[in-house]
């Protein structure tokens, strides 16, 4: 009877060492789990404020082009402008010009009919 209870004494502390070995193993495990599930939160979460970022930098990109082409044609209008007023310039320069011409030919004609 004595050898009986000391082979089941045996056998429980037996159970009991892999009870509790197994136990560790399942917090392990849940410790774990946890520590994946934390880490796909974050990852989750980092992936999110990336794609808010990109959103964002696009969005400035976008923002920035329309700056952009608008200066764009603001230059081209002003080159066009600048080009115009030159012309204008130079055609009443070429008046101005053919008046000093024509008023010089009628004062030195004037001045041939006087001495004649």
Known sequence: LAGLQRSLDEATAELEQRRQEVTGHQEKEQGLAAELRSLRARAEE????????????????TAAA??????LREAEEARAQLRAGAEARAA???????????????REGRDTERRR
């Open 92 to 106: 009443a320069r070429r008046e101005l010009l053919e008046a000093q011409r024509e008023a010089r030919d009628s």
């Open 46 to 61: 980092a992936a999110l404020s990336h794609e808010r970022e990109a959103r964002t930098l696009r969005d400035q990109a």
């Open 66 to 71: 329309k700056q952009r082409d608008s200066a």
